[in-house]
């Protein structure tokens, strides 16, 4: 009975941390091949029971024909951002009646700072997965009660694609 127990445990772990998503494979919803580019950092803790969680890539383009895919792909739209892919990213504060009430950012460190710098030249596509998978109730992506979209937010001063996954 022991033996059983030892080798579900060790299957269960070998399938739970020998994920092997690429780099590559994670940013394919983008339309671009970011094989090239260097790592510069990552983070993901999907995982949880439903799969939720944040995937997290910030990658170095120089030296790499990635930002000729973004302009000619034909998806990416160039800044300045939307107030969606704003919100998610910066947070924005919006004013109802005599109220003033911020939103966002959903992209942000433990201490609700955003995790990229503000960028002033670039690139993004916002793929909204779940009005895809037609579980969206039609309400825009900031009013819903769960989010599962990919962003891709290039800047083009320097060069670097980040990534981002988010599954609530």
Known sequence: MNKIIMVAALVFFLCSCGRTDTMDEKAKPLGIDVSSAEIISKEDDHGGFHGDGTTFLCLDCSGTDIADQIRNGGNWTPFPLDDTVK?????IETREGDSLIGIGPYLSDEENRPLIPEIEN???????????????TGADILHRASFNFTLGIYDSDADI?????LDT
Do not use: N, S, T
């Open 122 to 136: 670039g690139y993004y596509l916002l793929i909204d997965r779940q009005a895809e998978e037609g579980k969206a």
């Open 87 to 91: 919100a998610l990213v910066y947070g």
């Open 161 to 165: 694609l980040y990534y981002f996954e």
